[in-house]
Antibody, heavy 117, light 107 residues
Framework: QEQLQESGPGLVKPSETLSLNCSVSGGSISGYYWSWIRQPPGKALEWIGYSYYSGYTSYNPSLKNRVTISVDTSNNQFSLILSSVTAADTAMYYC???????????WGQGTVVTVSS | EVVMTQSPATLSVSPGEGVSLSCRASQSVSSNLAWYQQKPAQGPRLLIYGASTRAPGIPARFSGSGSGTEFTLTINNLQSEDFALYFCQQYNTWPLTFGGGTKVEVK
């Protein structure tokens, strides 16, 4: 049973870049799809995108120009980079994964990111 | 994108009772729907996928039904550990979208 743990800064300044990491333990990162999902305060969950372990990616069109998700198989972790952040990017960020790209068998507990100067 | 609407926002239920949660899609998602449970300070847990298939390890008191645009999650004989937030997710069409959630609380 894979266990996921997010890490990264809890505070990012407007216009800067948000970077988060997700460590995967209890199993291999290979063969699975790895995603990032976020939940702004008072709003529904929003799918950000996914990366297959091989490097193939797919992103939400609403964020596509600003987001990069990559997988590091040698360290069993994957990451999220979101550029040019604004207050609208303030949210709880979850990493998630599974055997298929469209549903999420495993989740991290989430990490809060606040965008503020 | 497909908008997922859950109702009601909150359900007050007594332990041992049953409850039905509703999830509606703005367009047909066939049976490509999942349900998740989330407890405070925890990540969500997959309960149901394919609208009605329980994920491994999920108790039989959880069941899902529906197809197209109307879906229901039914929990029978509510246990103390079932009081939580539940949300649905469609995976028929990109981008994947989630409902706003229904909180099941103790009456």
């Amino acid at each position: 049973q894979e266990q996921l743990q997010e890490s990264g800064p809890g505070l990012v300044k407007p216009s800067e870049t948000l970077s988060l990491n997700c460590s995967v333990s209890g199993g291999s990162i290979s063969g699975y799809y790895w995603s990032w999902i976020r939940q702004p305060p008072g709003k529904a969950l929003e799918w950000i995108g996914y990366s297959y372990y091989s490097g193939y990616t797919s992103y939400n069109p609403s964020l596509k120009n600003r987001v990069t998700i990559s997988v590091d198989t040698s360290n069993n972790q994957f990451s999220l980079i979101l550029s040019s952040v604004t207050a609208a990017d303030t949210a709880m960020y979850y990493c998630a994964g599974g055997a298929a790209p469209r549903k999420f068998d495993y989740w991290g507990q989430g990490t809060v990111v606040t965008v503020s100067s | 994108e497909v908008v997922m609407t859950q109702s009601p926002a909150t359900l007050s239920v007594s332990p041992g009772e049953g409850v039905s949660l509703s999830c509606r899609a703005s367009q047909s998602v066939s049976s490509n729907l999942a349900w998740y449970q989330q407890k405070p300070a925890q990540g969500p847990r997959l309960l149901i996928y394919g609208a009605s298939t329980r994920a491994p390890g999920i108790p039989a008191r959880f069941s899902g039904s529906g197809s197209g645009t109307e879906f229901t999650l039914t929990i029978n004989n509510l246990q103390s550990e079932d009081f939580a937030l539940y949300f649905c997710q469609q995976y028929n069409t990109w981008p994947l979208t989630f409902g706003g959630g229904t909180k099941v609380e103790v009456k």
